[in-house]
């Protein structure tokens, strides 16, 4: 039986900032969903502000390292989905705020 949970997994992606606005994938919204099998083998679910990101190779990596660190943790696969497309409304309210330049949505 494994032992990680999604609340942990969703911790440790948290670690993971994108560097074009500053804020973590979780916060931004960007992360859809993180399936942990009964192997501790987990499945992150996420997509990408814009399906263009230059950095794109690279967060997936980060993503896979920073859930590869969780104690007894088995293979970590990212997916990066398109559907549903991100918005802003996907991202926690200081990031909107931030994001928005403080203006009200």
């Known amino acids: 039986?494994?032992?990680?949970t999604k609340e942990q997994v969703f911790d440790a992606i948290s670690t993971v900032i994108d560097p074009e606005v500053g804020f973590n994938l979780v916060e931004m919204g960007l992360i859809y969903d993180a399936?942990?099998?009964?192997?501790?083998?987990v499945v992150v679910v996420m997509t990408l502000s814009t399906r263009g990101c230059p950095l794109h190779q690279m967060i997936k990596t980060w993503v896979q390292e920073a859930v590869e660190k969780l104690d007894g943790v088995g293979v970590v696969e990212v997916d990066v989905v398109w559907e549903p497309e991100w918005n802003i409304s996907m991202a926690?309210?200081?990031v909107k705020e931030a994001l928005?330049?403080?203006m009200p949505s």
């Open 100 to 102: 928005s330049g403080g």
């Open 92 to 94: 926690d309210d200081n």
């Open 1 to 4: 039986m494994c032992e990680i």
């Open 35 to 41: 399936i942990v099998e009964e192997s501790c083998n």
